[in-house]
Nanobody
Framework: VQLVESGGGSAQAGGSLRLSCAAS????????MGWFRQTPGNQRERIAT???????FYADSVRGRFTISQGNSKSTLYLQMDSLTPQDSAMYYC???????????????WGQGTQVTVSS
């Protein structure tokens, strides 16, 4: 399985960015894909996930500002990030696995990460 993220970068507070994750090699008919983020010295945090049935999860810190969606190709996942704040600055990782979990160790596959930096 390969997950490739794109779309990170810099934004001003209040601005928007969209992250993309292209997956290949997943053979499960049902699986979870989503986004985690990590800042130096902290554990990787689940912020948004989507199961193939359509069930979604958002962390309290991003609910109402971030939107997770699937592309026309079911193997592509997006994270639209609006109303960004400096606290959203982190390395963002795409992850996938048979289920959706808070514990990053329970996610089977990971992308290489993409940096998001929000300035005030």
């Amino acid at each position: 399985v390969q997950l490739v993220e794109s779309g990170g970068g810099s934004a001003q507070a209040g601005g928007s960015l969209r992250l993309s994750c292209a997956a290949s090699g997943i053979t499960y008919s049902r699986y979870c894909m989503g986004w985690f983020r990590q800042t130096p010295g902290n554990q990787r945090e689940r912020i948004a996930t989507r199961f193939t049935t359509g069930n979604t999860f958002y962390a309290d810190s991003v609910r109402g500002r971030f939107t997770i969606s699937q592309g026309n190709s079911k193997s592509t996942l997006y994270l639209q990030m609006d109303s960004l704040t400096p606290q959203d600055s982190a390395m963002y990782y795409c992850a996938a696995g048979p289920g959706c979990y808070n514990d990053p160790q329970k996610m089977n596959w990971w992308g290489q990460g993409t940096q998001v930096t929000v300035s005030s």
